[in-house]
């Protein structure tokens, strides 16, 4: 294998949430009055920063964006019980735990939720580094790997970026990384084939080919 570092995304890539966010997400709506989505519209237009995806559905001068993001937030931890991590996550993890891989997750979901919910799982020893954020609205995930990788000496061609959204694939760029893409996450697999790299279906499949020299 000819890559050192993987960086994550974390919702949608590693957490099978996509179905809970979008819970959540017509429960909020309904809550002010607005009609609801279906999943399909979720996952052809749910993005990062969220208030790209918030401005389609609520009349964001009526409503406050943090109030918004912090109510959703309620309402996601209320149905996280049916939140679990997608299959194959932690044969993949592990995997590369034993390859001696640096593994981190750059994530525009809350640092503590991420650490919450990796120790739930039992995931929480396959990673060197979480950077989550403390600013879910604006903060730049390109940024943070940018200063994280020129800190801890993450060569852009040795270094493969894992997720499952435009936004990831975009990041990725950023970075100078490779990416591949997994379909099963927050974004449909029409919207991801547009950026012109690897989209997977399993993660047995991304195991499969990484293991052959990807």
């Known amino acids: ?10 919702n949608g890539t590693i957490l099978n949430d996509a179905p809970i966010a979008f819970e959540a997400t017509n429960l909020l709506l309904q809550r002010f009055g607005y009609p609801t989505i279906t999943f399909e519209y979720y996952r052809d237009n749910v993005d990062t920063p969220i208030v790209n995806f918030y401005s389609k559905i609520f009349d964001l001068n009526r409503h406050d964006m943090e109030m918004l993001d912090d109510e959703w937030g309620i309402l996601y931890n209320q149905l996280s019980d049916k939140i679990d991590l997608h299959t194959g996550v932690e044969e993949i993890l ?7 891989l ?17 120790s739930k799982f039992s995931v929480e020893q396959y990673f060197d580094d979480i950077l989550g954020t403390e600013n ?10 940018i200063r994280y990788m020129q800190e801890h000496g993450f060569a852009p061609n040795q270094t493969l970026y894992i997720g499952d959204t435009v936004h990831d694939y975009e990041t990725a760029r950023g970075l100078g990384a490779d990416c591949i893409l997994f379909s099963g996450g927050q974004q ?3 919207l991801l084939k547009r950026c012109g790299v ?14 052959g020299g990807i």
């Open 102 to 118: 640096k593994q981190i997750i750059l994530s525009a979901f809350k640092t503590k939720e991420i650490t919450k919910y990796a």
């Open 188 to 190: 449909s697999p029409k």
């Open 136 to 145: 879910i609205v604006m903060e730049s995930k390109k940024d943070r790997g």
């Open 198 to 211: 690897p989209v997977y279906d399993t993660f047995a499949d991304i195991m499969k080919d990484l293991s």
């Open 94 to 100: 592990c995997s590369f735990a034993d390859k001696k």
């Open 1 to 10: 294998m000819k890559y050192k570092n993987i960086i994550w995304d974390w």
